[in-house]
């Protein structure tokens, strides 16, 4: 890059001092709604998180979290934890996984790519099989850019096409599943007729099958290799549809859970199972839960469970899921290449900086942060502490979860002086909220709230600066909600409790001894996001942010 004039090293900004301390701290799933009892995060005693909101109202304000603001494709899409640590971290606004894909399918670049050439040396004797998440949610995947994929695999070549589908019910409407399927048998039976053997052979929910992650539970990934490789499953139907509404019929069984399953011929003999000479695709566009199932797709040395048959297939991600793992090797469409991001200009500007969170967000603080790149900028100069997280348990359970252990590792390392950034995440609201457990995702919020205290109490000893921002809602509204805007209910008239992410805005907040005089929000950038809190970090590390970063949310004012 030299030969181009690039330098990594910043300005100064004109007005603020180096050499402050700042706890960068990031509340995963926190959004800004209304008051009401399902606002968790209202009806939690959350003292210090209220103390910023109601201090001195140039120093807290609301930023976007979802859709365009993040990289996504409209402003219907729920932010994310990737989408929303990667623009913190970057500064910047990158097309992000749904809307890459959504341009590749759209302008068939996605076929001329050489991971669609790889796959597709396996059409004319082969099976090509289609992984993933049967949903409109948009989170993971889409059910558009699956009928796309399928009717353009099946133009170029494909013969023989078999999907595994995982419902959803967490991103969407529990009971959603059924419709996704009787859509996707649909477009089966038009390739069918059109002399295509194309069907579903095999299912299962995507928190009990397959869709793990971060190491969770290898059992999830077991049952849908089982089911998908193998053949092997408790359930045996003959068709897609009778299956999920059969299985949905089981007591405690919802989108989410449903068991395992394949479907049969009339000899009762499983219909697609993976073998050698195939062509897989994991055709979910969010990473985190399709590395597990990556490597056990990929990797020859693989023992984690026992895969019992190893067919010798091409296999390609949708994207690829980890970029320092390579993984997969294939992929059908390129990842956004973010450059530059906040963490490298910050170490090459001499920022000693500390990442903290439990194993369920860590990488979220470290990988996603750094612009989808894993390890250190310069070990000399970073330290990354991973807690591990609870693991066989629902985080209802134990729903203070890592908070207090995250934010004694923060403490400490504000206080040891060796830090010029210290940045957590905590990540009780988003993990908690998740289950739908209203009162354990109240217990979520006060831990969470209890660890910023700790953090900000040791930067008041340090005379340092604080930034308390989130990455996307979820805690906020816990309720799914009608046009108008009330709480939605089901058949028997309870409430319809919503598990997923929100359109919300998150907080930001800053302050601290160290804040220099006249430091205040800008009045003008009104429509701010979380891509615009790198720039404001830089500036308050004492540096001008790049260019072409998102602009800043601070000014100094005569004081």
């Known amino acids: ?26 509340l995963d799933g926190w959004g800004e709604a209304k008051a009401n009892q399902y606002n968790c995060i209202h009806v939690a005693e959350t003292p210090t998180m209220d103390s910023l909101k109601n201090g001195a109202p140039e120093k807290w304000r609301l930023v976007k979290a979802h859709g365009k603001a993040v990289g996504l494709p409209t402003d219907d899409d729920m932010g994310n934890s990737e989408v929303g640590h990667n623009a913190l971290g970057a500064g910047r606004i990158y097309a992000q996984g749904a809307k890459l894909v959504d341009s590749a399918l759209e302008t068939g670049k996605i076929y001329d790519g050489e991971g669609f050439k790889y796959i597709k040396e396996s059409f004319e004797t082969g099976t090509l099989h289609l992984i993933g998440l049967l949903s409109d ?13 399928l009717k353009g695999a099946s133009e170029r070549g494909a013969k023989r096409i078999r999907v595994h589908i995982l419902t959803d019910g967490r991103d969407v409407l529990d009971g959603s599943s059924v ?8 477009d089966l039976a038009k390739l069918r007729e059109k002399g295509i053997d194309a069907q579903v052979a095999s299912g299962g929910g995507r928190m009990y099958v397959t869709m793990d992650r971060y190491e969770n539970d290898w059992d999830v990934v077991k049952r849908g290799w089982d089911a998908q490789v193998l053949g092997e499953a408790p359930y045996k139907f003959k068709n897609p549809v009778e299956a999920v509404k059969k299985l949905r019929e089981i007591p405690n069984t919802s989108d989410q859970y449903l068991p395992p399953f394949v479907i049969v011929d009339d000899k009762g003999k499983a219909v697609g199972p993976i073998v050698d000479g195939d062509a897989v695709v994991t055709f979910n566009f969010r990473a985190d839960r399709m590395v597990m ?4 797709l990929e990797y020859e040395d693989f023992n984690t469970f026992d895969r019992v048959r190893v067919p010798k297939i091409r296999y390609a991600g949708m994207l690829q899921y980890d970029g320092e793992l390579k993984l997969p090797s294939h992929y059908l469409v390129s990842p956004p290449e973010m450059e530059r991001t906040s963490g490298e200009y910050l170490v090459h500007n001499g920022v000693r900086t500390f990442a903290c969170s439990e194993t369920v967000k860590f990488g979220h603080v470290t990988f996603f942060w750094n612009g989808n790149r894993s390890g250190y900028f310069n070990p000399e100069m970073e330290e990354y502490v991973e807690i591990p997280s609870d693991s066989g348990i629902t985080f209802n359970v134990k729903p203070n979860m890592k908070a207090l252990e995250i934010a004694e590792k923060a403490r400490d390392a504000i206080l040891s002086g060796k830090f010029d950034q210290v940045r957590v995440n905590l990540p009780n609201s988003d993990m908690v909220g998740h289950t739908g457990d209203i009162e354990a995702t109240v217990v979520a919020c006060k831990a969470a709230d209890e660890a910023v205290k700790m953090i900000l109490d040791a930067i008041e000893q340090v005379g340092g600066i ?12 816990m309720v799914k909600r009608d046009k108008k805007g009330e709480p939605q209910l089901d058949k028997n008239g309870k409430i319809q409790i919503l598990t997923s992410h929100t359109l919300e805005p998150v907080p930001i907040a800053i302050g ?36 072409d970063y998102e602009t800043t949310l601070i000014e100094v004012g005569d004081n």
């Open 293 to 296: 199932i990556a490597k056990s």
């Open 512 to 547: 601290g001894p160290g804040l220099a005089p006249g430091v205040r929000f800008r009045k003008d950038v009104p429509n701010g996001g979380l891509a615009n809190v790198a720039a404001t970090v830089m500036n308050l590390h004492g540096f001008e942010a790049p260019s």
């Open 466 to 477: 604080y930034v308390v921002t989130a990455d996307h809602g979820n805690a906020e509204d």
């Open 179 to 186: 419709g996704f399927v009787e859509t996707l048998e649909n």
């Open 1 to 26: 890059m030299g030969s181009s004039g690039f330098s990594w090293k910043l300005k100064d900004h004109p007005k603020l001092p180096k050499g402050k301390t700042i706890a960068m701290v990031v």
């Open 137 to 149: 949610g948009g989170v993971h995947s889409r059910l558009d850019q699956v009928q796309l994929l």
